[in-house]
Structure formats: structure tokens, C-alpha cells
T-cell receptor, first 114, second 110 residues
Framework: ETGVTQSPTHLIKTRGQQVTLRCSSQSGHNTVSWYQQALGQGPQFIFQYYREEENGRGNFPPRFSGLQFPNYSSELNVNALELDDSALYLC?????????????FGSGTRLTVV | QQQVKQSPQSLIVQKGGIPIINCAYENTAFDYFPWYQQFPGKGPALLIAIRPDVSEKKEGRFTISFNKSAKQFSLHIMDSQPGDSATYFCAASSGNQFYFGTGTSLTVIP
């Protein structure tokens, strides 16, 4: 049973629109990362937040932005949606400094851009 | 550029067989190598992970073999079961970012 919850599970948007995806992490998980997983591919790192500050970013344009809140929730915002943004978006969290270095992933939000 | 190369892309084994999935990396700064299992419609779930100071790690039916000099690591699934049918991803990390392989779709035939 995953401790990371994502919403919504599915979403359809039109090209050019903006979208906000949400994630609720496990209590105590102060590090959250967002990944994009295209069909048949491995997850690609978008960015990471630690204590509400971005502290790592992959090869994604600035129209991908995020927020992390003190209550262990976070958001991924994507502006000016493009057809290639259609993918599964995964939120993953962990407790920095904890014994378990691995991330716990949510089940993802399936975004379709038409 | 793919930081972690994974093979094979797909694998079919009989129940009880030992599927082996291989990964290779180039960046010697990587210091954490996890394997994830993903079922359709679900996010990846951490199976087992290894650090480069050991050559092998076992957890239940899952074993990671790690060859630091060759910059390769592999996942072995002992006594595979139909319930193991899923997509498996290797990953490598140094600090904040995880780099994932392209995945291996495993089918275990009853």
C-alpha cells in the first residue's frame, strides 16, 4: 500500500492549456520528486523539492514548475501544454537522511493532451 | 543520452525459471542502484537496491549482482511466478537525480 497519493488519476487537456497535478506524500517525507513516464519508457526526472525549495532539475523547460508545501503535499504545474506532454506523471517522495534511501512512488496521473 | 542501458526489452520464462535483467552505466559517480517493479496502471515500487561497495545482495527471491569494474549490475528472480509478470526498471543515482533504464517487460508463463 503506497503512502503517496496523486490526483487526479486521469486528465485530458487541450494543447496550449495549463494543468496542475497534485501529490500527497507520506508524513515525514521532506523530499519529493516528479517524473514523466512516456508510454513504454522509463521515468524521466523533472525536478526535486526539499523543504519547499527546488534543489534539482532534469532536462525540462521552465513551463514545468512545482511547489512543495509544509504539509508534505506538492504540485506540478505545466503551462502551454504540448501534445508531447502526454504521459504518466509520477510523484515520488522519501525521507532525506533516513535509512531507506529509495523513493516511494505514487500511482501517477495519466495526462492526455489533445 | 541514456545514462543507464537496460536489456533485454522483453523476457518470457516458464514458472520456476530464473529471469535475468541486465543494466550498464557510465557515470562512476553513481552510488545507489535500485530496481523497481511496475504493474500496469501503477507507479514503480522499490524491489531491492545495492550500493557499489558490495557485489551481491539478496532479498527473498530477488538478487542483485553488481560488477563495479565493468559498471554493470543485474537482477535475478529465483523461482519466478506468474505474479512476477510486470515491467522492471533499473536505476542509478548520485545525489538528487535518479536515472532509469528503459524497462524490461517480464512474462512468467504458468
Amino acid at each position: 500500500e503506497t503512502g503517496v497519493t496523486q490526483s487526479p488519476t486521469h486528465l485530458i487537456k487541450t494543447r496550449g492549456q495549463q494543468v496542475t497535478l497534485r501529490c500527497s506524500s507520506q508524513s515525514g517525507h521532506n523530499t519529493v520528486s516528479w517524473y514523466q513516464q512516456a508510454l513504454g519508457q522509463g521515468p524521466q526526472f523533472i525536478f526535486q523539492y526539499y523543504r519547499e525549495e527546488e534543489n534539482g532539475r532534469g532536462n525540462f523547460p521552465p513551463r514545468f514548475s512545482g511547489l512543495q508545501f509544509p504539509n508534505y503535499s506538492s504540485e506540478l504545474n505545466v503551462n502551454a501544454l504540448e501534445l508531447d506532454d502526454s504521459a504518466l506523471y509520477l510523484c515520488a517522495s522519501r525521507e532525506t537522511g533516513g535509512r531507506n534511501y529509495g523513493y516511494t512512488f505514487g500511482s501517477g496521473t495519466r495526462l492526455t493532451v489533445v | 543520452q541514456q545514462q543507464v542501458k537496460q536489456s533485454p526489452q522483453s523476457l518470457i520464462v516458464q514458472k520456476g525459471g530464473i529471469p535475468i535483467i541486465n543494466c550498464a552505466y557510465e557515470n562512476t559517480a553513481f552510488d545507489y542502484f535500485p530496481w523497481y517493479q511496475q504493474f500496469p496502471g501503477k507507479g514503480p515500487a522499490l524491489l531491492i537496491a545495492i550500493r557499489p561497495d558490495v557485489s551481491e545482495k539478496k532479498e527473498g527471491r530477488f538478487t542483485i549482482s553488481f560488477n563495479k569494474s565493468a559498471k554493470q549490475f543485474s537482477l535475478h528472480i529465483m523461482d519466478s511466478q506468474p505474479g512476477d509478470s510486470a515491467t522492471y526498471f533499473c536505476a542509478a543515482s548520485s545525489g538528487n537525480q535518479f536515472y532509469f533504464g528503459t524497462g524490461t517487460s517480464l512474462t512468467v508463463i504458468p
